[in-house]
């Protein structure tokens, strides 16, 4: 059945959001689609915490991208682990990451002036 899909960005302003404190996308291969869709909204987010499937570079552009706006980003792989008695198995050949990423914090004027910049 078709749907009308709209953009983050478009919600974001509809609803009247401002800031973002923390942004979870895990939307099976689409993250670099979200984070495109948020436009200049990109950088009122303050942290973004996704799952990607790095097949066809999708993990370095999405790294990159968050580097591009301010954002301090890491990546952990996902491994076979057990949490509150759960196995979950992630084989290596399925290539999923977690990505971290944080906005870098702006020094202010006030410490800028006491280092003489």
Known sequence: MPCRVRTLADLLQTHGIGKVALLKVDVEGDELEVLRGL??????????V???HDIYGRLWRALCLLRRHGFRAVAVPQRTSTVLGYRMVIPPSLRLWYVYARR??????????????
């Open 104 to 117: 870098k914090p702006r020094r202010s004027r006030r410490s800028r002036r006491k280092r003489g910049n």
């Open 50 to 52: 996704m799952e990607v």
């Open 39 to 48: 436009g200049q909204r990109l950088d009122h987010v303050q942290q973004v």
